[in-house]
């Protein structure tokens, strides 16, 4: 089934060297240096909504404002708000009406209960107030930001309660940690990520950059989503997929496609695309399962990506692809693109797999980059 759409979401937040994210005074504490805040200042530049919780407002009291005119006029230029939309969680509504938050920068949402949207509005906050029902989900808060507002881009900037709850669900894309040199050293202090479950296995790390006296770490979650929820893992597994279908020998007899084979703690396993290491005939999903042992205990709680679906019909060769995937123990499977008449009639990979009890999520945002290579077969 096609999934609604959620913006990318990128978490950022700087921490002690002990992990804290502040100290226990009134102060906010600062962790990091002039130049890692005019980094973050580009970074709000570059984002449609700024998301903190309801704690951070009162503990801080933020503008969370893009400071540089520069960057504020790029934004005008580009056709977008000065400022990006300001977005708050709250359960009770309880928030002061004469903070920062309110009366400064941008538009103002706010994401409540149906109890915490009478609070907020007998407090009058400068806000649209949206109720999301007897308790907050974050999907549907996402999905809601990006259909209602247009949000496409995110950035959460703490504190601790809401980072730990979007990387547990599995809905963070991205994480920007700054590490800072000092100490806290209390443990009434807040932490970065609280206890729960998180993704088993290693996060990708994607970059780091020393900036004055501090280091920025940018980390992508690895872990596939479970069942037909897709989680921001499986948008960079499959924009992979649809990458590797750019690297296929061109034909105008098959489509090229990619696809890269996921182990449920985010390993990845193998990758293969359509005609690879001169194979006039293999398939993506042929070739990349075809490099594992058929014998590997991952492979039942495996994912495939594959940017276009499997094929369920073939002259070519004996076993169509959606056979393969079943025939490796494989139960899930997350694509782009579902296959067109091209080259056979009604084809429906994902259908025979759902059939056979495999989990098929579609994610049609990618059929466009799925698709970009074929575009001489499919006009
Ligand atoms: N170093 C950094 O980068 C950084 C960045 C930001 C914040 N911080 C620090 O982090 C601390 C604040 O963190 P925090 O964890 O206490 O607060 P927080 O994450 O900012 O906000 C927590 C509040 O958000 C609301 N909330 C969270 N999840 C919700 C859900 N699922 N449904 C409904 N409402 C929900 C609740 O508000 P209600 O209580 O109103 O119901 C909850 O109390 C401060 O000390 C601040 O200085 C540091």
């Known amino acids: 089934m096609p999934h609604p759409y959620v913006p990318y979401v990128l978490l950022s937040a700087a921490v002690s060297l002990d992990g804290y994210l502040d100290d226990t005074g009134p102060d906010r504490l600062l962790l990091s240096s002039p130049a890692d805040f005019d980094r973050v200042d580009e970074v709000r530049a570059s984002v449609d909504a700024i998301l903190i919780g309801a704690g951070t407002i009162r503990a801080d009291n933020p503008r969370l ?3 540089s005119p520069q960057r504020r006029a790029g934004r005008v230029a580009a056709g977008k708000p000065e400022y990006p939309l300001k977005v708050t969680v709250t359960a009770s509504g309880d928030l002061d009406p004469t903070a920062n938050f309110w009366h400064t920068g941008g538009d103002k949402l706010v994401y409540t209960t149906d109890k915490g949207a009478e609070r907020a509005r007998e407090l009058g906050l400068a806000a649209d107030v949206v109720a999301l029902g007897p308790d907050l989900d974050w999907r549907v808060l996402l999905e809601h930001l990006h259909a209602v507002r247009g949000v496409d881009r995110l950035m959460v900037e703490g504190g601790g309660t809401i980072h730990t709850q979007l990387l547990q669900q599995g809905l963070a894309d991205e994480l920007h940690l700054v590490l800072s040199p000092l100490f806290v050293g209390d443990d009434k202090a807040p932490r970065l990520f609280g206890p729960g479950t998180y993704q088993p296995g290693r996060l990708r790390l994607v970059e780091t950059r020393p900036i004055e ?6 980390y992508e979650p690895t872990a596939p989503g479970t069942g037909d929820l897709p989680s921001a893992a499986d948008h960079h597994w499959l924009a992979l997929a649809c990458d590797l279908a750019a690297d296929c020998p061109p034909s105008e007899t098959a489509f090229s496609v990619g696809a890269v084979v996921v182990a449920d703690d985010g390993t990845e396993l193998s990758r293969g695309h359509s005609r690879e290491a001169g194979d006039p005939v293999v398939h993506a999903e042929e ?20 940017s276009l679906e499997p094929c369920t019909h073939r002259a070519s060769r004996p076993k169509p692809c959606a056979q393969l995937i079943l025939d490796a123990g494989v139960r899930r499977v997350v694509t782009a693109w579902r296959e067109p008449d091209t080259f056979v ?4 990979g994902s259908g025979a797999l759902a059939a056979r009890g495999v989990t098929v999520v579609v994610l049609p945002e990618y059929e466009e980059r799925a698709k970009a290579p074929n575009s001489h077969l499919t006009g």
Not at 213 to 218: A, E, G, I, K, S
Not at 289 to 306: C, E, F, G, N, S
């Open 65 to 67: 404002l893009v400071n």
């Open 213 to 218: 006296d501090v280091v920025l770490m940018r």
């Open 287 to 306: 070739a990349a399962l075809a490099k594992i042992d058929p014998q590997d205990p991952r492979l039942p709680t495996a994912t495939v990506y594959t």
């Open 345 to 348: 009639e009604g084809a429906d």
